[in-house]
């Protein structure tokens, strides 16, 4: 037993280090990952199809689009998360397509990438938020359809938003680039 679980523990650091080679994180699967720009640099965001289909297929269908280059963090909120994905740059746009909620068991921790929606379940479009920290209110309530793999540490530089304000943000960080790791020409 003991010698079966060096094994397994051989195997999982190999595969991580395969992972990350010299800083930088790989795509173990190219289609379901996104590589979101930011000025301080790049978050590797791992989509979740099997637990948000349809919300998966939209974020990607927008990022081969281009939709999301140049969108502000508009709503960033410290201690709770940050949001962006609407064209307006003040959380009332969208890109006008209205997905049904795939309401999940999956937490709401940090790095988990989420759905922002109005007041209806099925209200979620193009705006996502990336949490900075654990959101139990959340939790069955917001689709979730992400998680960040690598570059946490940028996602936590994003400026924050004036609290009496609900988080808006003056002159706010702004995505460079957003695309589908699988259309990355390396």
Not at 38 to 65: C, F, N, S
Not at 152 to 175: L, Q, T
Request: charged share 25%; aromatic share 8%.
């Amino acid at each position: 037993m003991p010698r079966l679980r060096v094994s397994v523990i051989g195997v999982v650091l190999v595969m991580v280090m395969l992972l990350s080679v010299g800083g930088r994180t790989f795509a173990a699967d190219p289609e379901n990952t996104l590589y979101l720009d930011l000025e301080d640099g790049r978050v590797v965001i791992e989509m979740l199809p099997d637990i948000a289909p349809q919300h998966v297929a939209r974020i990607k269908e927008l990022t081969r689009e281009g939709f999301y280059d140049g969108l502000v963090f508009h709503r960033v909120i410290d201690g709770f998360m940050a949001q962006t994905g609407d064209p307006k740059g003040n959380g009332t746009g969208g890109s006008g397509v209205k997905l049904p909620a795939e309401f999940s068991k999956q937490a709401f921790v940090r790095g988990t990438v989420g759905m922002a929606r109005a007041a209806s379940p099925n209200s979620a479009d193009s705006q996502f938020f990336i949490c900075f920290a654990p959101a139990r209110s959340l939790n069955g309530q917001y689709t979730v359809w992400g998680r960040v793999i690598d570059g946490m540490e940028y996602v936590d530089k994003i400026k924050r938003g004036d609290e009496r304000r609900n988080g808006m943000v003056e002159n706010p960080d702004r995505i460079v680039r957003m695309q589908v790791a699988a259309d990355v020409k390396n």
